[in-house]
């Protein structure tokens, strides 16, 4: 079993910054992705950003604002949030890649404008 948790997320003005975490335990390989995805309300699920150790992937709304970064000793990833707008506001899940899909308990980041 693979447990993730979150943190990190808070009210933040826009144009500000936020730095999520994501612990994870359990069977971990770092050769798996792991990733942030985010769910706004009303809205589907979406991927923020994900990393293997071969690439990074992030959506268009993100890229130049957002690092995704993975600490492999710790079995952490974390999401460096820059230039925060009311767009961002949602609350953002990590994700494992195993055998299956692990998910975390979510985090809320709000943009305030």
């Known amino acids: 079993q693979v447990q993730l948790v979150e943190s990190g997320g808070g009210l933040v003005q826009a144009g500000g910054s936020l730095r999520l975490s994501c612990a994870a335990s359990?069977?971990?390989?770092?050769?798996?992705?792991m990733g942030w995805y985010r769910q706004a309300p009303g809205k589907q699920r979406e991927l923020v950003a994900d990393i293997t150790p071969s690439r990074t992937t992030y959506a268009d709304s993100v890229k130049g604002r957002f690092t995704i970064s993975r600490d492999n000793a710790k079995n952490t990833v974390y999401l460096q949030m820059n230039s925060l707008n009311a767009d961002d506001t949602a609350v953002y899940y990590c994700?494992?890649?195993?055998?299956?899909?692990?998910w975390g308990q979510g985090t809320q980041v709000t943009v305030s404008t």
């Open positions: 359990g069977r971990i390989f770092s050769i798996n992705a």
């Open positions: 994700r494992y890649r195993g055998v299956t899909n692990y």
